[in-house]
């Protein structure tokens, strides 16, 4: 592992989790995909930026981790550095 393979995989979590929890994508189809999402037991996923951060996490950390020890580590690392990319991003006021 290296950094810039961490820093790519940290910015790839907090925008696919952005992606799936705020915005709508090309034609609705992820803002769909939400409201079918909040219609099964998974509702809660939809909603929450850091519970959908820490499931996206975990293939991600299962693929750039070479050993178990690695991975468990990794996962709430990534997942905890895209809240934190997050916090930083709405901390900016939003433009006109």
Known sequence: MNF??????ILAVWRFTHLLQKEDGPFDFIA???DLL????LVGLA???YC???WLAAPVALALGSTWPDRLILWPALSGAAIFINRLVESFPSPP
Do not use: E
């Open 4 to 9: 810039l393979r961490i820093s790519i995989a």
């Open 32 to 34: 769909h995909s939400r």
């Open 38 to 41: 909040r219609r099964t037991w």
């Open 47 to 49: 909603d929450c930026f």
């Open 52 to 54: 959908l951060s820490l």
